[in-house]
């Protein structure tokens, strides 16, 4: 289970949130500036809160008054809404960029999902926008992480190429039975991915709508 109850001041506002979530997709949805991306790098440890406390599965990421668990620590995927691939390695090296010796024998059904396998030797470059982020999902999975963060990792996609990457990632989590946590300002796409969405104005969670399940909860 993931728990999050934090407070971190921004320019604009105080980001306070509490919810909790098991093995669901529980969707960040609302507009620019509301503080969807702070709670995404809380989790990951790119940033630290004020206070509150982060954990997952039992483990504590972050408790105020203490050293917070180093990223390297928190077996947490991230997809970035740019993708970050590496410009000078083959897909390949991409995807097998950090993973350790001995933990390569899930990756042909995950290449197979999302139907990359044949493109193992290419460089970004050569890639279209939805095959850049099928590459950086499959890297982001290919860790085994815990839990799964998108920041809006389908915004940059055309209509038809974006429903096809939201049917993988429905496939992918449930092979992989892990939180995803996602970020989007489209109302479609949240609906038709979150179990959970939960609306942000201002730093709050202004409303929490189960779509799928009820799992997720909210107390802010």
């Known amino acids: 289970m993931l728990e999050v109850d934090i407070q971190k001041r921004l320019p604009d506002f105080v980001l306070d949130v509490s919810f909790s979530t098991e093995q669901e997709i529980v969707v960040l949805f609302g507009p620019s500036g509301s503080g969807k991306t702070t709670i995404l790098n809380s989790i990951a440890g790119l940033v630290?809160?004020?206070?509150?406390?982060i954990?997952?599965?039992g483990r504590t990421f972050y408790s105020a008054?203490?050293?917070p668990l180093a990223v390297q620590k928190r077996n947490v995927g991230y997809l970035f809404q740019d993708y970050a691939l590496f410009p000078h390695m083959t897909v390949s090296q991409n995807i097998r960029y950090g993973l350790r010796k001995g933990h390569e024998l899930h990756l042909e059904p995950l290449l197979t999902t999302v139907g990359i396998d044949h493109l193992l030797d290419k460089y970004p470059h050569q890639l279209s926008g939805g095959q850049k982020q099928r590459v950086a999902l499959v890297r982001a999975l290919?860790?085994?992480p815990d839990i799964l963060l998108l920041d809006e990792p389908l915004s940059a996609l055309d209509t038809a190429t974006r429903k096809q990457c939201q049917d993988e990632l429905l496939r992918l989590h449930e092979m992989w039975g892990i939180p995803f946590l996602l970020v989007t300002h489209d109302r479609?796409?949240?609906e038709k991915l979150g179990d959970t969405i939960l609306l942000m104005e201002n730093g709050r969670i202004v409303e929490a709508s189960a779509q799928k399940?009820?799992?997720?909860?909210s107390s802010s």
């Open 48 to 53: 630290h809160p004020d206070g509150g406390h």
């Open 55 to 57: 954990s997952l599965n």
């Open 65 to 67: 008054g203490q050293k």
């Open 142 to 144: 290919a860790t085994e």
């Open 188 to 190: 479609d796409e949240a």
């Open 213 to 217: 399940s009820h799992t997720a909860t």
